[in-house]
């Protein structure tokens, strides 16, 4: 079975290279390769890859059509050494992933968040602070919160209100712009955080009070937290609107505004991607079709030109 770990090794590092990062393949392929060990299997047969891809019984058929699809890939790889290798065929298992529909955010309900992070306790330590320009950052940014969490202070220019971006998807670097009033909140942080965390434990732009960088699944629990205390979620609900949905909700208002400005969407969308941090147009694209509000700008611009023309 050494072989099958080794053959896992080499696959994904040939797939990282080219950007992907595969935490999640990993761990589910590793674990793929000790089911095999227990069935005292050394290759891959689409008989094993079926029977593991459906282990958890209560999960979603998506899940386990993921599964089989991690394998997949994987078998494809070994079977070019190693001609015994089964690759299971598509369409075995019914079950695709449905893209979440987005939760926009209206303004009020961003004021409402950001205030109550900084609401957050002990109210004298650096947590309020980090929390609610973290929110912000999000909202006027559309980043990702591990992009965020990421920063180290000298990837934010304060002087020049520039924000560099590394260790993001596909391990892609870019450049974020932001505004004079993102800009003024960005050095305000900075002061407090060096006020109150005066001894360096980190290179991080965002820290938590232990001063180290922010983890996401915290930021993500606190959100989910602070989303409770403002009625967005119940109490006891486990799903509601998303931290991810801000830069979803940053994206439609962006496209939106371009409508209601008489602007074609289609040619600045590449601008959009590129400030996303998206590897294709295409992703970006999704938004113009995801939500009502764009339908509405769009229906209220077609109008515009029909009467222009009647």
Not at 138 to 155: F, K, P
Not at 161 to 168: A, E, K, M, N, P
Not at 224 to 238: F, K, N, P
Request: net charge positive.
């Amino acid at each position: 079975m050494k072989t099958l770990r080794i053959a896992l090794d080499r696959y994904l590092a040939l797939r990282r290279s080219l950007g992907f990062k595969l935490r999640e393949y990993e761990n589910a392929l590793l674990s793929f390769i000790a089911f095999l060990e227990s069935r005292g299997s050394e290759f891959v047969t689409t008989a094993l890859a079926l029977e593991w891809a459906q282990e958890l019984r209560q999960a979603t058929p998506a899940h386990h059509a993921r599964r089989l699809c991690m394998v997949r890939g994987f078998a494809r790889y070994l079977q070019a050494s190693d001609p015994r290798t089964q690759v299971p065929p598509q369409g075995l298992l019914p079950g695709r992933s449905q893209r979440a529909q987005p939760y926009i955010y209206s303004n009020e309900e961003i004021l409402d968040l950001i205030r109550e992070a900084s609401r957050l306790q002990p109210s004298g330590a650096l947590r309020p602070h980090t929390y609610s320009t973290v929110l912000g950052l999000l909202a006027v940014t559309g980043m990702r919160v591990s992009e965020i969490a990421a920063l180290d202070r000298a990837d934010v220019d304060l002087k020049q209100g520039v924000l560099t971006v590394r260790r993001s998807k596909f391990n892609r670097t870019r450049l974020l712009p932001v505004h004079s009033s993102t800009q003024r909140e960005l050095q305000a942080y900075a002061r407090r955080r060096d006020q109150l965390i005066p001894v360096r434990l980190s290179d991080g732009f965002f820290i938590s009070d232990r001063g180290v960088h922010l983890n996401p699944r915290m930021v993500r629990y606190t959100f989910a937290h602070i989303s409770r205390v403002i009625g967005l979620r119940e109490e006891t609900d486990r799903y509601g609107p998303r931290l991810h949905d801000l830069r979803h909700t940053f994206a439609v208002k962006t496209l939106t505004n371009w409508y209601r400005e008489g602007v074609n969407p289609e040619q600045r969308l590449p601008l959009l991607s590129t400030y996303l941090g998206h590897v294709k147009v295409s992703d970006t694209y999704w938004y113009l079709s995801a939500v009502p509000e764009l339908l509405g700008a769009l229906s209220t611009r077609l109008d515009t030109f029909l009467g222009d023309i009647s």
